[in-house]
């Protein structure tokens, strides 16, 4: 029985250190991963690409773009900082694909993703999405004098002026 009895203890021993592993990653302290919401452009709406959420297959990128909205934009009877726009991009076909949205509320409750994948489509010149792509493909730099916000609530700060006065940072 000795063979048995050390058998369960390792076994739950190596459930006990799971459970004490997932518990420490879902903590809020683990589960914030620093931003770096960069600027690609103003307009209609304040673009901001997540860096840190980049993941590349190839040429093709999968990405976030917070999309700043003006002060005081509501829906319904709620309040909106904006939301995040879920995109794919091919850097060498420089074509876009939307593949969701998922509303910011503020205080910075997040909806879930909704919509689904659309077809690729080309990137308009001088649109949101070419700044994007600029941004994400190309290494460009818009507004350099403008430090990446680290969070959603900082990425709101700096886009609502910007949006309001329509100046250059």
């Known amino acids: 029985m000795f063979g048995a009895d050390r058998v369960d203890f390792g076994l739950r ?59 005081g934009f509501t829906a319904g009877s709620e309040a909106f900082w904006g939301g995040w726009r879920h995109e794919l991009i091919d850097c060498d076909a420089r074509t876009i694909a939307h593949a969701g949205f998922s509303s910011v509320r503020v205080g910075g409750r997040e909806g879930p993703v909704s919509g689904d994948l659309r077809p690729a489509a080309a990137i308009p010149s001088g649109s949101a999405d070419d700044a994007v792509a600029k941004l994400v493909c190309d290494g460009w730099r818009p507004y350099a004098g403008v430090a990446p916000a680290a969070s959603v609530e900082e990425a709101v700060r700096i886009g609502r002026p910007l949006i309001a006065t329509g100046a250059e940072p």
Do not use: H, Y
């Not at 006990?16 to 518990?23: D, E, I, N, Q, S």
């Open 13 to 71: 021993a190596s459930v006990a250190g799971a459970v004490c592993g997932l518990a420490a990653l879902t903590s809020p302290a683990f589960a914030q991963v620093p931003l770096e919401l960069r600027l690609a452009d103003v307009g209609r709406f304040a673009s901001f690409v997540d860096m840190g959420g980049i993941a590349w297959t190839g040429r093709t990128a999968r990405l976030r773009v917070l999309q700043v909205t003006e002060d």
